[in-house]
């Protein structure tokens, strides 16, 4: 039996589904949000709330979008580049690489990545969506943009079986060392890749 009333055992809980919150900071947030001024409070429950309902995917790419809205910004704009297409496992990754400036094609976003342990086959994924597109015979590049791990790289593999049928030049994001990184520090696997992925100076 809990000593705490309900109301906050519950937020409790609430919070501790959360990725990245466990107890702890369950229980902090809960009373932080507890004593805060009201307004608080309120905004957040409205922004969660508005979370789900106003918000939808977009009809091409599946990257988030406004629910009253088809298509995304990135596939609206006649001035990104239709015929490359980058191949990121949910819209944070959109995120990240619009942050970077140096991307100017569009994307297509697969919500999640090949698991059979946690039994996430390909029909779980916007996979045949992707093929629909290449079919269409506009698309010259796909670069597979997935996560460095043993999901993604296997996701890569198995998009890239899938694609090439169709003849469309299908690359891969580079991986290494990172910027200001150490030689001496770096795993072994990330040094072997870093080798094998080598260039011209």
């Not at 001024?37 to 977009?58: I, M, Q, R």
């Not at 944070?92 to 991307?103: C, H, P, S, W």
């Not at 790289?153 to 891969?172: E, K, N, S, W």
Request: net charge negative.
């Amino acid at each position: 039996m809990s000593i705490l009333p309900d109301p906050i055992q519950k937020l409790i809980l609430a919070l501790e589904r959360l990725p990245g919150i466990g107890p702890k900071t369950a229980s902090r947030l809960a009373f932080f949000l507890l004593r805060a001024p009201d307004e608080l409070s309120v905004n957040l429950s409205e922004a969660l709330k508005n979370l789900k309902s106003s918000t939808g995917f977009c009809s091409i790419c599946f990257n988030i979008t406004l629910v009253n809205q088809d298509i995304c910004d990135v596939c609206a704009n006649p001035e990104r580049d239709a015929a490359t297409i980058c191949v990121v496992e949910d819209s944070l990754d959109v995120l990240a690489m619009e942050r970077t400036g140096g991307y100017h094609g569009r994307y297509h976003v697969l919500n999640g990545v090949l698991s059979p342990i946690e039994g996430i086959g390909p029909g779980d994924l916007r996979i045949r969506e992707l093929i629909e597109r290449v079919k269409e015979g506009s698309i010259k590049e796909i670069i597979l943009a997935t996560n460095p791990s043993m999901e993604g790289d296997a996701t890569a593999l198995y998009l890239r079986q899938q694609l090439a049928p169709f003849g469309v030049c299908i690359t891969r994001l580079a991986r290494g060392l990172p910027v200001g990184g150490d030689l001496e520090y770096a795993d072994q696997n990330t040094l072997l890749r870093a080798l094998s992925g080598r260039q011209e100076m």
